[in-house]
C-alpha cells in the first residue's frame, strides 16, 4: 500500500500564497491525520508511503512520510525543492534519507525529480533498498524512462505514484495556465509499476484515478542482481568513492 496525498490549494496573491501554504502545512503535520494514518497501518499490516507539507518553524518541507504495522516509521524531506518550488519550500539535509527494512524487503521514498540525483540513488542503493518509492507530478513520458532505469540501475521495484488532478478540484481563484474549463486536465496522471529488470508490470495509469494493484515477486531481486549489483560486484570502490553527509544541520527536528 503506498499513497500519497498533497495540501490542500491556497489562494493566489503572493502574500496571502505563502500564509496559506504554511498555514496548511501546519494543519496537515500536526494535527491527527499522522496519528489516524498510523492507525490504519496498524490495523491493516501493510507499509505506506504518503507524501505531505511539514512545517518546521517558518519553513515548509515536502515529505514522504513511512508508516508500517509498528504505526509512523519515520519521514524524508525532500533534499532539493525544483524550480519555484525554492519559493516556498526549504531543502532537507542528509539526516532524513532512510531505508526502511521490512523484515521481507527495504523500501524508501524519492521525491519527484530528487530521481534525477545519481549521487542521492547511489547513497539509497548502497543502504539496500529493495522497493523505491516516487511520488511525483512529472507526467511527461519521459518520466516512465527514468523510473525503467532507476529500477534496472538500482535491481529494484520501483512504485512511482502520480498525481491526475483536473480543473475542477482547484478553487476558483486559481486560475491556471492550462484553461479554466472544470474538465481541463492539469496534472495527467502515469502512475506505474516496474520490475528490477526495467518490465513495466503496471500502468502507467492514465487520464483518471485509480489505484493500480501489483503482487511483487520478491525472487525477482536476487535474480535480477546475479549479474549487476550497482554498490556491490559491480561497483569500483578502488576508483569510485561516495561521502554522505546525515548530520541533521536543520534547527527543528
Same mark, same amino acid.
Given at each position: ?8 490549494? $491556497? ?6 500564497? #505563502?500564509? %496559506? &501554504? !504554511?498555514? =496548511?502545512?501546519? *494543519?496537515?503535520?500536526? /494535527? ?5 494514518? $498510523? ?6 499490516? #501493510?507499509? %505506506? &508511503? !504518503?507524501? =505531505?507539507?511539514? *512545517?518546521?518553524?517558518? /519553513? ?26 525554492? /519559493? ?166
Amino acid at each position: 500500500m503506498f499513497r500519497t496525498a498533497g495540501a490542500e490549494p $491556497a489562494p493566489t496573491s503572493s502574500s496571502t500564497l #505563502v500564509s %496559506a &501554504v !504554511v498555514q =496548511a502545512g501546519a *494543519r496537515l503535520f500536526d /494535527t491527527p491525520e499522522v496519528r489516524r494514518l $498510523a492507525g490504519v497501518t496498524r490495523e491493516l499490516g #501493510v507499509h %505506506a &508511503v !504518503v507524501g =505531505a507539507v511539514e *512545517r518546521a518553524g517558518a /519553513t515548509l518541507y515536502c515529505v514522504a512520510l513511512y508508516f508500517g504495522p509498528q504505526g509512523y516509521l519515520g519521514k524524508h524531506r525532500k533534499l532539493m525543492p525544483t524550480a519555484a518550488e525554492r /519559493t516556498i519550500w526549504g531543502s532537507g539535509d542528509g539526516s532524513t534519507m532512510p531505508v526502511l527494512h521490512t523484515g521481507r524487503a527495504a523500501f524508501t521514498a524519492a521525491i519527484c525529480w530528487e530521481n534525477y540525483m545519481p549521487l542521492f540513488r547511489t547513497a539509497l542503493y548502497g543502504k539496500g533498498v529493495d522497493v523505491w518509492c516516487a511520488p511525483t507530478v512529472d507526467d511527461r513520458e519521459s518520466w516512465q524512462a527514468t523510473m525503467r532505469h532507476i529500477a534496472l540501475e538500482g535491481r529494484c521495484f520501483v512504485l512511482s505514484a502520480n498525481q491526475y488532478l483536473l480543473r475542477s478540484a482547484l478553487p476558483a481563484d486559481v486560475h491556471p495556465a492550462q484553461g479554466d474549463d472544470p474538465d481541463t486536465v492539469l496534472i495527467g496522471g502515469g502512475s506505474t509499476v516496474v520490475s528490477p529488470l526495467g518490465e513495466v508490470l503496471a500502468g502507467p495509469l492514465r487520464d483518471a484515478e485509480g489505484i493500480l494493484t501489483v503482487e511483487l515477486d520478491l525472487g525477482d531481486l536476487a535474480r535480477s542482481r546475479f549479474d549487476f549489483d550497482p554498490v556491490g560486484h559491480y561497483a569500483r570502490p578502488d576508483v569510485f568513492t561516495l561521502g554522505v553527509d546525515e548530520t541533521a544541520r536543520g534547527t527543528h527536528p
